[in-house]
């Protein structure tokens, strides 16, 4: 089942997206590198900047494709503009956990729901560049992996910074829960349903930071 011609223009505004997220993440990776106490750490945090800045350049590729005519740059999100300062704000204050919070383990699991629903879709309408889909997923799944690791080992050890993080990650959730809000028009015009990814990205969550 191909797109049809109104379909590419609507895709296309949703890898516009992820474009915005890979260029917010690929941005905070290289300043998280700059903060790692450990050098195996920034070493981790400068791979996944290179490798969010190829995301970026694919997402691009693909936009121009779906939309030649137009969609050059991707519409604004307040709420991805809103997460950026949020994310910001922790790095200037020299906040590696709030970060690593924030963007592997939120960011990167909402970042993958995403391309989990364009993965379906394009199994769906045979569309092709599996192998690609499949990289750019593992890539986003080891970033979240290891955000959740070093925060685990964060927390188990210290119940004051398992506290403090808990009352920042309500922060980011709200903002999530806009970015969320603002792609239900494109779930619905692919007849999906938005909750679903609402409890997707939930799942995806560590147990002590999943909204009740």
């Known amino acids: 089942m191909p797109?049809?011609?109104?379909?590419?223009?609507?895709?296309a505004r949703l890898f516009g997206f992820l474009l915005?997220?890979?260029q917010l993440a690929g941005d905070m990776a290289a300043r998280q590198a700059a903060l790692a106490p450990a050098p195996k750490l920034g070493r981790f945090l400068q791979t996944q900047a290179h490798q969010e800045a190829f995301h970026a350049v694919v997402f691009q590729g693909v936009i121009h494709w779906l939309a030649p005519r137009g969609l050059r740059m991707p519409p604004r999100h307040p709420s991805m503009e809103r997460y950026r300062g949020l994310m910001e704000s922790a790095l200037a204050r020299g906040d590696l956990a709030e970060?690593?919070?924030?963007?592997?383990?939120?960011?990167?699991?909402?970042?993958?729901v995403v391309l989990e629903a364009i993965d379906t879709g394009s199994e769906r309408r045979g569309l092709g560049f599996r192998r690609l889909r499949r990289v750019l997923r593992q890539q986003e799944?080891?970033?979240?992996?290891?955000?959740?690791?070093?925060l685990v080992n964060l927390v188990s050890a210290d119940a004051t910074?398992?506290?403090?993080?808990?009352?920042?990650?309500?922060?980011?959730?709200e903002v999530i829960d806009a970015m969320f809000v603002e792609l239900e028009e494109l779930f619905l015009d692919f007849d999906e349903n938005p909750s679903d990814y609402r409890r997707a990205f939930q799942r995806r969550l560590p147990v002590w930071l999943a909204p009740a």
């Open 3 to 11: 797109l049809h011609p109104g379909e590419t223009t609507k895709v």
């Open 20 to 22: 915005l997220g890979e």
């Open 99 to 112: 970060s690593l919070l924030a963007l592997q383990v939120l960011l990167e699991a909402m970042g993958d």
């Open 141 to 150: 799944q080891t970033h979240h992996a290891f955000g959740v690791h070093q």
């Open 161 to 173: 910074q398992r506290a403090r993080l808990q009352g920042q990650a309500q922060n980011y959730l």
